[in-house]
């Protein structure tokens, strides 16, 4: 289980205990991917009451976070996609203040804007 805290991000065994240190600080949210190998995250730009900015990819075997899009204040609502090959979200367009639903492949960070004024996604399985 990977726990997201106000300050860190840990992993703990299905008791919830055995807590291991994954990230140093403090994420928005996190979604396991559906293999269980990566944890994707949205990172925090602010230490209280902000929404995400960055999208990224933890192993937590490594450690090692991957970022597949910086610089979108107002993402929310991660959600993998049943095959493990896409990540779908909420991100407010930093000009306009629409929220959209967007995609980003998994291998090469490629994206697209699915729908706009609309929020939180979810896959069918």
Same mark, same amino acid.
């Given at each position: 289980?990977?726990? =997201?805290?106000?300050?860190? %991000?840990?992993?703990?065994? =299905?008791?919830?205990?055995?807590?291991? %240190?994954?990230?140093?600080?403090?994420? +928005?949210?996190?979604?396991? =991917?559906? /293999?269980?190998?990566?944890? =994707?995250? !949205?990172? %925090?730009?602010?230490? +209280? /009451?902000?929404?995400?900015?960055?999208?990224?990819?933890?192993?937590?075997?490594?450690?090692?976070?991957?970022?597949?899009?910086?610089?979108?204040?107002?993402?929310?609502?991660?959600?993998?996609?049943?095959?493990?090959?896409?990540?779908?979200?909420?991100?407010? /367009?930093?000009?306009?203040? !629409?929220? /959209?639903?967007?995609?980003?492949? !998994?291998?090469?960070?490629?994206?697209? !804007?699915?729908?706009?004024?609309?929020?939180? *996604?979810? +896959?069918? *399985?």
């Amino acid at each position: 289980m990977a726990i =997201a805290s106000d300050v860190k %991000v840990y992993l703990a065994n =299905a008791a919830g205990s055995g807590l291991e %240190v994954l990230l140093p600080y403090s994420v +928005w949210e996190l979604a396991w =991917a559906p /293999d269980g190998q990566k944890i =994707a995250v !949205i990172t %925090v730009d602010c230490p +209280w /009451d902000c929404f995400g900015v960055d999208i990224a990819l933890l192993d937590p075997k490594t450690k090692e976070l991957t970022v597949l899009e910086r610089g979108h204040d107002g993402t929310n609502a991660l959600t993998w996609s049943p095959d493990g090959k896409r990540l779908a979200y909420s991100a407010r /367009d930093n000009a306009t203040g !629409i929220r /959209d639903i967007r995609i980003i492949a !998994i291998t090469d960070a490629a994206k697209e !804007i699915v729908l706009t004024n609309a929020s939180d *996604p979810s +896959w069918r *399985p």
